[in-house]
């Protein structure tokens, strides 16, 4: 059986087409896919931000409630949130279950974190393709031409500068200056990220055509930031009218005031052709899988590992006390081997990443090794939809905050309780009233829930090293570097 599994960083639910309710973005080729596939409504990551969720993807553990002793690394990115270490020594990787079950494994991604100095998401697999470039991975160290040129393009993509937004724009900057000389000889659409992700992942389908037993992850940084796709699918979106600056890269804060409405129109519009330019390729990787007549005979397994805030709820980004569903939400779609008829939706159960692993044994099967702490999701080929043991709620965890939800209350914590949003889902399905206030013995009851999940082992106090305010967890560092020319 050959295996493909898809990731697509920052894709939000709700911008997943038509298969979760979004009629205007588009999206055909996802469309079209989800009607192969069993589709879940209730998934979610089991702990946030990108590397603690490929942990769990990569080895049916939770990563939550970050308990796994750190090693002592040198990083040189500024991110240093909980989880955001390599796999832990004593943890089976993906690609060596696949070795050992006797396939041949490629991973092709252009998330670059993977490859920061001492991690090891790679280990093991036969073959490995790093796209590179994205955001500030250190590929191409200046662009060629004036510093002046430079500057004025650097000045178009961040908003004017204010006494609260120093800091702020400093970061925006340092992004860029790193960002932009990656991609100065970039023209074709074909040179863009999602392009170069599924080309190469073809390629090795290409170089494994004949063997009936391979394995390839495809982990597209796309669509997260920075947004700049090619102006054909920006003017699916964009006002052709606006003229202000050209914001593709947020600032993570919970400050609308950062930001005009118009840089916020253009900011969702940008994001919108960023998904769309995915989709695109995403369809041509599918349509030469059919081409070569091994669709049908394929389980692709395709999610995101969380969202993105753009402005919802007043927040922009990924911070931990705003896991709102923009955020936690994610699309999760598995195609099984044969021809479908119609989706199959699964509404009752909720469904994490770490059931990724247990998935690919239960389609193999291949008893689910004892050390495995997601859920076996193939079983929804023979039975209709049902709340799997356990699945009625899930909880999540984003630095020293967590995340409890069902289908009737959603609770966002810090982990020493002294900030707490509680939102009754019936009553509020777009978590807007907070009503924690009045509803002590809930939020305590919750609670006592999520200490269940993490065996009593809450992470409470963060390194202040890391940062010093939630807001500000992804930019401070950076934003403190005076990159000078």
């Not at 950062?258 to 519009?269: L, T």
Request: charged share 25%; net charge negative; glycine share 4%.
């Amino acid at each position: 059986m050959k295996i493909f599994i898809i990731i697509f960083d920052s894709l939000r639910k709700d911008h997943s087409g038509k298969t979760y309710g979004n009629n205007w973005i588009q999206t055909p080729n996802i469309d079209a896919f989800a009607n192969d596939c069993i589709v879940f409504d209730k998934a979610y990551p089991e702990s946030l931000p990108t590397l603690p969720v490929r942990r769990a993807i990569h080895t049916g553990i939770r990563t939550f409630p970050f308990n796994h002793k750190k090693p002592k690394l040198r990083n040189i990115e500024g991110l240093d949130p909980a989880g955001w270490n390599p796999i832990p020594p004593n943890q089976t990787h993906l690609a060596e279950y696949m070795l050992n079950a006797g396939y041949i494994t490629s991973f092709v991604t252009s998330t670059y974190h993977h490859f920061q100095p001492n991690m090891n998401y790679h280990l093991a697999f036969h073959e490995w393709h790093w796209i590179r470039g994205q955001e500030y991975d250190r590929y191409r160290a200046l662009e060629r031409g004036q510093r002046n040129l430079f500057n004025a393009k650097l000045k178009n993509h961040v908003p004017a500068k204010t006494k609260e937004n120093r800091a702020a724009i400093q970061y925006l900057k340092n992004v860029l200056k790193w960002y932009l000389p990656n991609i100065q000889d970039r023209n074709e659409e074909i040179e863009y990220f999602p392009a170069q992700t599924f080309n190469t992942a073809l390629k090795s389908v290409e170089d494994t055509l004949n063997i009936k037993n391979t394995l390839i992850l495809i982990d597209s940084f796309d669509p997260h930031e920075p947004w700049d796709p090619p102006e054909k699918y920006l003017n699916l979106y964009s006002d052709k009218n606006y003229s202000g600056n050209k914001i593709i890269h947020p600032v993570y804060n919970e400050n609308k005031n950062f930001f005009s409405d118009d840089e916020i129109k253009f900011m969702r519009a940008s994001y919108a052709g960023e998904v769309s330019l995915c989709d695109n390729w995403f369809g041509f990787f599918i349509n030469k899988l059919k081409e070569m007549e091994i669709y049908e005979d394929s389980l692709i397994i395709l999610l995101s590992d969380h969202g993105h805030c753009i402005g919802d709820h007043g927040a922009f980004g990924k911070i931990p006390m705003c896991m709102y569903p923009e955020l936690v939400d994610i699309p999760f779609m598995i195609k099984p081997l044969g021809v479908t008829k119609g989706s199959k939706r699964i509404k009752k159960s909720y469904a994490y990443v770490h059931d990724i692993l247990p998935t690919i044994f239960g389609f193999l099967g291949k008893a689910k090794p004892e050390v495995f702490e997601g859920l076996d999701l193939s079983i929804f080929i023979d039975e209709s939809d049902l709340v799997l043991e356990n699945r009625d709620y899930i909880t999540c965890g984003f630095s020293d905050c967590s995340l409890y939800k069902d289908d009737h209350y959603a609770l966002i914590t810090s982990n020493n309780r002294n900030n707490q949003k509680l939102f009754d889902l019936s009553k509020d399905p777009e978590w807007n009233e907070d009503i924690s206030g009045d509803n002590p013995d809930i939020c305590k009851e919750l609670f006592k829930i999520i200490e269940v999940d993490a065996k009593n082992d809450l992470l409470i106090t963060l390194d202040k090293t890391s940062f010093d305010r939630h807001s500000d967890w992804y930019y401070k560092k950076e934003a403190d570097k005076k990159m000078k020319y």
